[in-house]
């Protein structure tokens, strides 16, 4: 198993080389970037390049990127037009939200990362064939782009009527676009249906994880062992589908926690003992 964190953990403080440093030095491996406008702006040319510079002397590899979710710096509190969504059923909207995605993926060109996660449809969205075909229209021009600079797009189980298992899954034998892969969340799946039942019909085409806790009710980010996922049963799934599965935690900061990276390190240790 790989040792991986998302910087959705730092997700309210601008996402620098000091605090890339500070990851590194906890021993993670890979690293995903989130991209939050007042973390990690995909619109700033000087930081995407301070962080590509730093990264090509750093033991610490990045692995993904999270496409941007909003367009304004306040997770989208501006209004509904700051929401960025593959499943814009409106051509324009549609097209302007590809045209975020694709900004976020330019570093690529400036350091290069395996894996682009993406949300079809935002929390709690309800299932539409409308919103599908537009996210079809979405995705396969998202791809394209992605494919040119090396970055292979997967699709996450997220909490809405689009993204269960079943519905990713026959999208990707919809659409044909049998390259996709997925990216395996177990807080959301928790909310759902489970973490077991979840993998287990999206393990064939999981290629990256997102790992954080909750009690069943809320989708809180909880550091693993913190709410109610069966940990044991989870990592023991994990290594029967492949040995170097990454580990990606994707976790919320919590005040109580006052060093967070020691306290990871101490989880990718539990993990690991399972």
């Not at 750093?58 to 367009?71: D, E, F, G, N, Q």
């Not at 997102?210 to 709410?227: A, I, K, S, T």
Request: aromatic residues 8%.
């Amino acid at each position: 198993m790989q040792r991986g964190l998302s910087t959705h953990l730092f997700v309210s403080q601008r996402l620098t080389v000091s605090l890339l440093e500070q990851i590194q030095d906890a021993g993670l491996e890979l690293l995903e970037i989130f991209c939050a406008r007042q973390h990690f702006d995909h619109h700033d040319r000087a930081q995407m390049r301070e962080i590509a510079a730093w990264f090509r002397n750093s033991r610490l590899r990045l692995h993904a990127l999270h496409a941007p979710m909003y367009r304004d710096m306040v997770w989208g509190k501006s209004g509904p037009q700051s929401i960025i969504s593959v499943t814009e059923v409106e051509k324009t909207r549609r097209i302007a939200a590809c045209d975020e995605i694709k900004r976020a993926l330019e570093m690529a060109e400036y350091a290069p990362f395996r894996y682009l996660v993406l949300h079809v449809g935002i929390a709690n969205e309800e299932y539409d064939l409308r919103k599908l075909d537009a996210a079809f229209s979405s995705i396969e021009h998202v791809r394209m782009f992605a494919r040119q600079r090396g970055v292979d797009p997967v699709l996450e189980n997220t909490p809405n009527e689009l993204s269960t298992p079943e519905r990713l899954l026959g999208f990707i034998r919809y659409t044909h676009l049998s390259d996709l892969g997925l990216c395996f969340d177990t807080g959301h799946a928790h909310l759902a249906e489970g973490v077991a039942a979840t993998f287990e019909q999206m393990c064939r085409l999981v290629k990256t994880t997102h790992l954080h806790d909750n009690r069943g009710e809320r989708d809180d980010h909880l550091f693993p062992f913190d709410g109610t996922i069966d940990w044991a049963r989870t990592v023991r799934d994990f290594r029967a589908a492949a040995d170097d599965m990454p580990l990606v935690l994707e976790l919320r900061g919590q005040p109580e926690i006052n060093n967070p990276l020691q306290r990871i390190q101490e989880i990718f240790r539990k993990l690991e003992e399972l």
